[in-house]
């Protein structure tokens, strides 16, 4: 019995021009305004056309679909109802803008005639994400109209294709539905439907431009600034040509280059600069190329500005992503079509092999200590050597990305995550969830207080059975601050330190986690290398102030093992 | 030793400018960029110049923060770092807007030359809140120009005078700050500093129009709809007048009018409108003045829609506060103003008398049940017949409200808050506590549901060891779905019904809170009875379906008894 045919022929539109496109997944908060999208995504997701997610708090639904989008590199539909649950979807949505991650947002909306009137439950949701979106199209209510179908159809596939579209990001879909909500089921989708296609374009240097900067490049000691980066194909042709050029490759532990076994590939970056040792001056550069978006170490950021040296920035979207503002060339091309079409270097004697003595001397101290005590660095340390290839490492901000760019020298190539666009504590259990659930062997690094921020985010773990070891560096409160200068004042604790005295076992508990503590390297090893069945908790206890000297004795040591190598 | 002058100097000038306005209470959640206002707040905290919390979960932070200010009706200031952070604020800045809550959001950022170049933690914070907040202002970076200087004063006065004035609301001021953080402490507030003052208006109407409004509604079946409300002076209007008019009032749970001993305050209306009886043609009113804010019954908005009435909506700030589109006439007016210059009409007999006995019929029946046990409804009957005066009665949105709409008839005369703006069950945990803060006795109404959505802020209530009783409906799910048309597809329980299965217990023992279990009416009100000495959660066990029926069998009984009153 048909009884609301309008509307049904509107939803199958929408959902088959998403799958027409390559829809695979799709995250809704339950709410009564969504309910034909809700029905109707149930039924497709019963059928096998579709995964659905379903995740009560919009704040971790919304970091859950962008785990997802990370991880599968295609726009995921995230749906709510009307009013502040659109809200909830703000932190998320502001990442996924600056970290370039593609995410479909549909907010369902009251009708016209039920806004700005005071209606409940009713708020202005029009551009409600303001510039945090690249896109933002108000959907037609369900009409019969044709033209208006036509329309609606072909705004969610241009829609799916803005999101996909380099630099990929959050689009937001604002869909008005009148009462009754209940769609006709099942829904039926038309084969015939009309399906848009778009194709990406390449960038082609001119034979001048390339010319030139091969002569540029060419008898100059070089490197590669590697940034985070998605593109597997930018780093085979980056790879290739520093090898190739004898150039090394200072590689971001986003960057998906960490592990890769080469002599080019340079990690300890972070802890030499800030060594200060006189041998950074025979490590100097005239010529730096950069890829990827905005590094983490804040150390490199002072290196580009003290340097002298020419660099060029391959900055393919002219997202102005060079803060230090120090770019002599901004080239707008892709690390692939750059590395492809510019002929490789005669290299240097010597150059590559500078840089080269100096990591093997950092691998050298930065090893797992003998006396066999966790610590944040060592917690680090135990993930290098455990990783397998197909681990999916998600990095927390704040200390955790920052311990894993000093010191992660992992044996194996891993794929490494983190929410590193505007760097928030927030949603990270979520994402690193979301990520989970396209890939078998899941682990999360995060300290107690970002745990904390989204521990709703476990809800899915426990609904959906995921499986993901999730490491609590537990430091009672935010360890960053300790690196700060109000580190000595007298309201410290109070206004940021912050401890939580958050029980983390019952925490694991009330999500029905596996609980264990780590209290040596040689137990947590032992628990990284058993197969997750299930969310599993792992706490290692820290101090805050420790950390601190931690790092600064790793620093000291290695610039005395620098002045050994030089004298020798 | 001055090393960070004009930092210093900039920061008290806001602070010292927002206390001549009448601050008092601050929120901050922790960053690195809000440094400076930080450990000045801390300082004046510990000098009791202004209460400060802290609070890690910035989403909680906002909503804690709306609830200080919805007690205390006056701006609170609210701050937080750069990047994610903010946008944690957006669902409690939209609540604030639509349910006009005093609030002063200061987002803290980077300097203009880290914006838009991919610089860390850095987005686009300009006009971040779109047309959530009433206005937006940029703060200028602290400097020694003196103009900027008064800027800065002003800039901050004036917005705290925007979100105070009527219709209150939030404003967000966004705070440039360049490194070095640290100010020089301790910072010295200035005497002397420029206060600006602003005065309210009252409405005047014309003689004319005072003649015309009394002649309309003599010797006319009236009633007053009286809306959610905060002004305690224009409810003692309201009442005298419809007392000496003997005019009924329809008291809204929020109006702050139930429980205040009159024959004129009817509660009864949202169970009677869903009786459909006879009796219904002999209540209809000839005239309806509305007051206050969008009720929470959607029986009035179809009673509205079937009325022939002449509908008067008192509309003081041109809210445009009537979506159900009826009203005849719209007055710029507040109730006090309205109710104040409008003189008293002259009692028709019977008219009050037929709704007073009607009232009296449905308290007879909307009693605790003889066999004690406990269901959505008796609890609402326990707090109505135990909640004292001083009680702050904090109700969640979906279901709760809509019981307590339906079914409270306290003793006493108790305060009762919402967030019934945007409605959300977002945020509502820390609401509540915000309130908490300022007021001896508080419960919390809420269903297990919104309280897992922001279990989080339970973490505020153990920290600063607040005072307050929190039932939980645990029915395992979002039980108002159950009362609309899709309660029987077969995907409900999934994209619906979302149970859970939260063990409240172990919540309460991770918060410190103390539990227990009421499963029966005498013990619900026991517990109720005892002064909280701290976090207290009581939870009571329901079934989803059993709501429905309950409150459809109350409604039968209605209208069986009034069909007997009818016929004796």
Redesign the interface.
């Known amino acids: 019995m048909k009884q609301n045919e309008t509307l049904t022929t509107h939803i199958s539109l929408i959902l088959n021009g998403l799958l027409l496109q390559g829809l695979t997944t799709a995250v809704?908060a339950?709410g009564?305004r969504s309910?034909p999208l809700?029905?109707a995504?149930?039924?497709l997701a019963?059928e096998q056309r579709i995964e659905l997610f379903?995740d009560?708090?919009?704040?971790s639904a919304a970091f859950f679909a962008l785990g997802i989008a990370k991880k599968i590199n295609k726009p995921v539909l995230l749906i709510c109802t009307s009013?502040?649950?659109a809200?909830?979807f703000?932190?998320a949505?502001?990442?996924a803008?600056?970290s370039q991650v593609p995410l479909l947002i549909m907010t369902t909306d009251r009708p016209p005639?039920?806004t700005?009137?005071?209606?409940?439950?009713?708020?202005?949701q029009d551009?409600?994400?303001?510039?945090?979106v690249k896109s933002f199209f108000e959907l037609p209510l369900p009409e019969t109209n044709h033209d208006s179908q036509n329309y609606t159809n072909y705004i969610v596939q241009k829609s799916f294709q803005i999101a996909q579209n380099q630099p990929a990001g959050p689009v937001h879909l604002n869909q008005p539905f009148r009462k009754?909500?209940?769609p006709d089921?099942p829904i039926k989708l038309d084969h015939n439907q009309q399906k848009y296609t778009s194709f990406s374009s390449q960038t082609t240097l001119s034979s001048n431009l390339i010319k030139k900067v091969h002569t540029n490049l060419s008898n100059k000691r070089g490197i590669i600034l590697a940034g985070p980066n998605q593109n597997a194909l930018s780093n085979i042709a980056m790879l290739e040509w520093a090898k190739k050029s004898g150039w090394p490759i200072l590689a971001d532990p986003l960057s998906q280059l960490r592990g890769i076994s080469s002599p080019n590939i340079i990690t300890c970056y972070d802890s030499l600069l800030k060594t200060n040792s006189d041998k950074l001056i025979a490590l100097m550069p005239e010529i730096i190329i950069r890829t990827g978006?905005?590094f983490v170490a804040?150390s490199l950021a002072s290196f580009l500005k003290k340097s002298q040296a020419t660099i060029y920035s391959l900055d393919e979207e002219n997202?102005?992503?060079?803060?230090t503002?120090t770019t002599t060339f901004s080239l707008e091309t892709s690390a692939e079509d750059f590395f492809n079409q510019i002929p490789p270097v005669n290299p240097l004697t010597e150059w590559l092999k500078e840089w080269s003595v100096i990591e093997k001397v950092y691998t050298s101290i930065n090893k797992i200590n003998s006396t066999d005590t966790l610590n944040e660095l060592e917690v680090v340390r135990a993930i290098a050597s455990t990783g397998s290839k197909k681990l999916n490492l998600f990095v927390s901000n704040s200390m955790p990305i920052r311990d894993i760019d000093s010191v992660l020298q992992p044996l194996n190539a891993f794929r490494i995550f983190c929410n590193?666009g505007?760097?928030?504590i927030?949603?990270i259990v979520s994402t690193a969830l979301g990520v989970s659930t396209k890939s078998a062997e899941n682990l999360l690094l995060i300290g107690d207080?970002a745990f904390?921020?989204d521990?709703?985010g476990l809800?899915m773990a426990k609904?959906y059975r995921l499986k993901i070891k999730i490491i609590v560096i537990n430091n009672n409160g935010?360890g960053?601050?300790s690196f700060?200068?109000?580190a000595g004042?007298?309201?410290f604790e109070?206004?940021?330190g912050?401890p939580?005295d958050?029980?983390i076992e019952?925490?694991a508990?009330?999500y029905h986690a596996h609980y264990s503590l780590a209290e040596t390297v040689t137990s947590l090893k032992k628990y990284l290398c058993t197969p997750a069945h299930s969310l599993e908790i792992i706490e290692v206890r820290t101090d805050r102030k420790d950390n601190v000297a931690l790092r600064q004795e790793l620093i000291n040591q290695f610039a005395s093992h620098i002045q050994t190598t030089k004298e020798s």
């Open positions: 809704i339950p009564s309910t809700a029905l995504l149930a039924q019963h379903v009560v708090d919009e704040r009013g502040t649950a809200a909830n703000y932190p949505i502001c990442e803008k600056i005639e039920l700005k009137v005071a209606a409940p439950q009713a708020l202005d551009h409600f994400f303001g510039n945090q009754p909500l209940m089921l978006q905005t804040a997202a102005l992503n060079d803060y503002k590193r505007a760097n928030g927030d949603g207080l904390f921020h521990m709703n809800m609904k935010g960053i601050f700060l200068p109000q004042s007298s309201n109070e206004v940021f912050t939580l958050i029980d019952q925490v508990q009330l």
